[in-house]
């Protein structure tokens, strides 16, 4: 996307005799600024107009522009098909970097003061993508039950900085803390007539400003500032600690919904230029959402763009995760383009330089899901990876049980094991795919192995939100259940899991909780409920602190084993640096055959892989994977340059002093039914 200096410095500038306002609007035929006065942000203390210059920017400059200065912009344009002009409404700075809201509830841009926070000796931790393991956690959810918080610090930036939460970060091994939506947001005019509130935060207001509810309460009454100053203290201490920050970001679509829905900006703006739309009005909604901003155009290219930058360098932020991303590479036939220009500008901006880049590569539209299809340069969440693990360990189990054979062999699962190489092309490699078993969206981990159907009656949408298709075995009861022998098969569940996310080839994204079985009860689209049901639970029972250290393990495993998280495709016959040589045995430890990948009766695999150091030692590990309930025999394969296994984990043991046992090639041993081992070979 070229740089065109005629769309720099949109928003606000503080200049020597004030300030400067510049805002696009290729529509609009008048605008106007509006300020308000000092103690009344109802009460319009001066109305200064615009004046339209070059690409349509409109700009004004006046000595009251000052830190501090409420102000709102009022449009006139067209009232043709696919405009939305009404001049009497107070409109939203899109690129105002402070808001604050009136006593009748609507928004005013607030000027900010000149940025003096001091960084002190933080920077970016800058974790390579292979050594990055993902946690997805919300700013509240995380701290809100946390007793090592301060009461008045739960649920906020400052108690997800806490020493505490912190600590326990560090201590399960994450490197990198994907923060659900913090730009701010409202909750939908349908949750706010039902007494609701939208939790997850994809309906974004502004795309500058930090989400004020989660700042502390004196934050919030010291002003859209304080807050601001809390979220970058989160962020420095955070990075002090050695994690990163990636942002959930949703610039799919807008809170202004569809057209009967609260016009706060953009569309007052410029409807036409802002969203897709046909020609006669009408939105093209491949969001779900009521609009789809339209990043066809320049302006809501640079705007995305603009907002990138803000948060990476001036919030120094150190990623992001594109909500329904698929939006963002539609062109003007509404058609995805790999080559869209604000994919390679987001990919390529100097000022983005190495901030991780990860989509979640689908909308709803049409040729919607492109999974494997984003440039080089960006990572993408892999739905694939979750479907098949959820099938491998919970519902072909389930089947099995049910009709006495298991639906698939294991190939499909390797494939995804070994990361995923038939997906994304040979030159983007394993980094491109972000491997996830759950998410904010769905069932937790423990609830795929304890609900076979979803439990969403309190979300007030009658059991019809949430997908039905969840790939979830509950074991022989539907929730929580007394029965040992069921708890004993979820737990396992749990384990295989857990091993197969943190020990794949990919990068792994474990969501908040899972790493300890937390449960929402069966509900599969929590995004209204702000409540324990939603927040991160810190007491735990006996059996949820053994998966926890599970968890912990495994992470240790992953980061200790660079075998497991290669950075290239290996090719057969080639030592490709930074790759992994794989060799797959079937449980006798010959060479897998045809029939060994694709029979459901032989779901056994011994996955051998060595690294070809680049940075690393050399390294090399066997990982064996056994999907029927049945135990079974397996030899160990016999290797060149491989004398013996050591015995790093078993999923289907609980007491780890049962492990590290030494093994020589050609053993015999028996996996236990369902379960997974793995080994560090030498």
């Known amino acids: 996307m070229p740089e065109a200096d005629s769309l720099a410095d949109l928003g606000i500038t503080l200049t020597a ?14 605008m106007e600024l509006c300020l308000f006065d000092d103690r009344d942000a109802n009460w319009i203390a001066k ?11 409109w700009t004004v400059a006046s000595a009251d522009l000052v830190p501090g200065m409420r102000y709102s912009v009022r449009a006139t344009g067209p009232t043709t098909a696919g405009h939305a002009f009404s001049p009497d409404l107070h409109l939203i700075d899109p690129y105002a970097r402070g808001l604050d809201r009136t006593t009748s509830g609507d928004w005013r841009g607030y000027v900010q003061e000149p940025d003096t926070f001091d960084w002190g000796q933080s920077t970016k931790p800058r974790i390579g993508m292979d050594h990055t393991v993902m946690y997805e956690a919300h700013a509240k959810g995380i701290s809100k039950l ?7 610090l739960r649920g906020t930036y400052a108690g997800l900085a806490h020493d505490s939460t912190i600590a326990y970060l560090k201590d399960l091994g994450v490197t990198t803390i994907e923060l659900l939506p913090v730009q701010q947001f409202v909750s939908e005019q349908r949750l706010i007539k039902q007494g609701l509130t939208n939790y997850w935060g994809y309906n974004t207001l502004n795309f500058f400003t930090p989400h004020a509810a989660y700042a502390s309460r004196e934050a919030q009454h ?14 420095k201490l955070l990075h002090e600690a050695g994690l990163e920050v990636v942002l959930d970001v949703v610039y799919n679509h807008t809170a202004e919904e569809g057209r009967t829905g609260p016009t706060t900006s953009l569309r007052g703006l410029d409807n036409r230029n802002y969203y897709r739309q046909t020609a006669d009005g009408t939105y093209v909604d491949v969001t779900g959402c009521g609009n789809s901003v339209n990043t066809a155009t320049p302006a809501a290219q640079r705007l995305i763009l603009d907002s990138l930058r803000y948060w990476a360098n001036d919030v120094q932020i150190d990623g992001f995760r594109f909500d329904l991303a698929a939006t963002l590479g539609r062109d003007e036939e509404n058609v995805f383009d790999p080559a869209h220009p604000l994919l390679l500008a987001i990919r390529d901006d100097p000022q983005l330089a190495g901030v991780k880049i990860i989509s979640e590569p689908w909308d709803v539209g049409m040729g919607g899901w492109q999974v494997g299809n984003f440039p080089a340069g960006w990572s993408e969440w892999n739905d694939g990876y979750r479907d098949r693990m959820r099938d491998f360990w919970l519902t072909d189990i389930g089947a099995a049980r049910a009709t006495g054979s298991a639906p698939n062999g294991i190939g499909s699962l390797a494939r995804r094991l070994a990361g995923s190489a038939h997906v994304f092309a040979l030159d983007r490699g394993p980094m491109a795919s972000v491997n996830f078993i759950t998410a904010h969206d769905g069932f937790t981990m423990a609830d795929l192995t304890a609900y076979n159907e979803k439990h969403n009656l309190g979300n007030g949408e009658k059991n019809r939100d949430g997908t039905d298709n969840n790939h979830s075995f509950n074991y022989g009861a539907e929730g929580s259940t007394d029965d040992d022998e069921i708890r004993d098969a979820r737990c396992k569940a749990m384990r295989n899991l857990l091993g197969t996310l943190l020990l794949s080839a990919g990068i792994p994204m474990l969501t908040a909780g899972d790493e300890f079985g937390r449960t929402q009860r069966g509900n599969n689209n929590a995004y209204n409920q702000d409540s324990e049901l939603t927040w991160l639970p810190w007491e735990r029972e006996d059996w949820q602190d053994e998966l926890l250290e599970v968890a912990r393990q495994l992470i240790e495993f992953r980061r200790d084993n660079p075998a497991l998280r290669p950075v290239r495709y290996g090719i057969a016959g080639e030592t490709i640096p930074s790759a992994t040589q794989m060799d797959w045995y079937n449980k006798e430890g010959r060479s897998m055959s045809e029939t060994d990948w694709d029979s459901p009766e032989q779901r056994t695999l011994q996955y051998l892989a060595a690294s070809t150091p680049e940075f690393e030692e050399f390294n090399r590990i066997l990982l064996i994977v056994h999907g029927l309930e049945d135990d079974v025999t397996v030899t160990l394969p016999e290797h060149a340059g491989v004398s013996g296994y050591t015995l790093l984990w078993d999923s289907a043991v609980e007491d780890a002093t049962e492990w590290m046992t030494d093994h020589a090639p050609g053993d015999d041993l028996v996996v236990g039914g369902a379960s997974m081992q793995l080994f560090r070979a030498h």
């Open 146 to 152: 946390n007793p090592d918080v301060p009461e008045h």
């Open 17 to 30: 005799d004030g300030g400067e306002l510049r805002v696009w609007s290729a529509s609009a035929t008048a």
């Open 222 to 235: 010291g002003g859209t500032g304080a807050v601001l100053r809390e979220f970058k203290g989160m962020v």
């Open 47 to 57: 109305r200064l107009p615009m004046r339209r210059g070059d690409a349509d920017v």
